[in-house]
Each structure stands twice: as structure tokens, then as C-alpha cells.
């Protein structure tokens, strides 16, 4: 799995900051169908967890269901 920035990644990133909230790979999925990038889950959470290591989100786990949120502050390295 590699971290390298792609335009879909770019184009959620964008989409979490605007709309806050919280993401999982379901909300992700659809979002990144609806822009054309197709709607895989796998491919939604493995793109969550690339911007988790980047620092962009925040990974938030509650009754072991895992959604991202944005980073504060010092992400998108």
C-alpha cells in the first residue's frame, strides 16, 4: 500500500476538510464514486489510512468501528 499522494486522495482530503465530520469507508466510497474515481471500499480505506500516516486525519475507533476525521493542526505533511 503505497502513501503516494493521488488525485483521488487530493479530492476526499478536500471533501473531509470541507464537510468535517466524520468518514468511514462506506461515506468515502460514495463520495468517490459520485466524483467519477469509483466506489470500492477497500480502495476508500486504504485511502483513509494513507492520510492518517501523512498526519491529514485522525483515525477515531468506538465500539470497533474506525471513522476519520481532519487533522488540527501540522497534517498533510
Known amino acids: ?3 503516494t499522494t493521488t488525485p483521488r486522495r487530493t479530492v476526499l482530503l478536500e471533501e473531509i476538510r470541507r464537510t468535517g465530520g466524520q468518514w ?3 461515506r468515502a466510497a460514495r463520495f468517490n464514486e459520485a466524483q467519477g ?3 470500492n ?3 476508500a ?3 483513509l489510512r494513507a492520510l492518517v500516516r501523512r498526519g491529514a486525519l485522525v483515525q477515531i475507533t468506538t ?3 474506525c471513522a476519520y476525521t481532519a487533522a488540527t493542526a501540522g497534517g498533510d505533511r
Do not use: C
Open 63 to 65: 465500539d470497533g468501528r
Open 24 to 26: 468511514g469507508r462506506v
Open 41 to 43: 471500499r477497500d480502495t
Open 45 to 47: 480505506r486504504q485511502d
Open 37 to 39: 474515481f469509483g466506489g
Open 1 to 3: 500500500m503505497s502513501d
